[in-house]
């Protein structure tokens, strides 16, 4: 991964990018898988991405060193929050289809707040690893401990909802976080999944699900 960062600074048409690690399947709790990592990144436009899948260094090493690859395309639908001071993800104009909704949430813990926040995080990682209608879910991270990420796919809005809002555990959490200033800096988006190619932990798990075709706008952001 830290060779990948100077080609990645030079690939044209890419915005905004984050090289992240993750956790050990779908847990968001403390442990980390080392074989398994994610690419996050924003592009000015379609062939932007098409040129790097195809002409980049980058992913070429992955067609030949990985054992798994998953790829999805995002068309961001809410956004809230900074990532480093940065808002990278602008909502397209769009009319989303019913159907599978990828949520990305991100947060800088302050130092004090890390003890609290890892206590919290078993009872919500068990809520969300139970969750009728969660398709997939994995923590991501740009730091040990104190940058997290959690990226998950849901059947559809209502299941997001019913997570985010009917959970006690979860509710709980997000009440202390707000209390007690846990996150020095948080971010929280929702997307429209419109394509998917590969497998994670062996199928697609969008596959047959009909991914939404959102109409929108192209955008510089």
Do not use: K
């Not at 991405?49 to 998953?70: G, H, K, N, Q, Y």
């Not at 990305?104 to 209608?133: H, K, M």
């Not at 590969?198 to 192209?218: H, I, K, V």
């Amino acid at each position: 991964m830290a060779f990948d960062r100077p080609v990645l600074r030079r690939t044209p048409g890419l915005l905004f990018w984050r090289l992240l690690g993750t956790g050990r399947g779908p847990s968001t709790t403390l442990g980390a898988d080392l074989r398994r990592w994610a690419l996050l990144a924003v592009w000015r436009d379609e062939q932007a991405l098409e040129e790097f899948l195809e002409r980049s260094p980058i992913p070429a090493r992955w067609r030949r060193e990985a054992v798994e690859t998953w790829h999805v395309r995002l068309a961001p639908i809410s956004s809230r929050g900074r990532w480093n001071g940065v808002e990278p993800f602008t909502p397209a104009p769009l009319t989303p289809a019913p159907g599978p909704v990828a949520v990305l949430t991100r947060a800088s813990i302050r130092p004090s707040r890390l003890l609290a926040f890892y206590r919290s995080v078993p009872s919500v990682d068990r809520l969300l690893r139970g969750q009728e209608g969660c398709l997939a879910s994995a923590g991501l991270g740009e730091w040990p401990l104190a940058r997290q990420a959690t990226f998950s796919l849901w059947r559809d809005a209502a299941a997001v909802g019913a997570f985010a809002y009917a959970g006690r555990a979860h509710r709980e959490v997000i009440e202390r976080v707000r209390a007690h200033d846990w996150y020095s800096e948080e971010l929280f988006a929702r997307f429209v999944p419109y394509a998917s190619a590969g497998t994670w932990d062996g199928t697609d798990p969008l596959a047959g699900l009909g991914p939404g075709s959102p109409r929108f706008a192209p955008s510089h952001r």
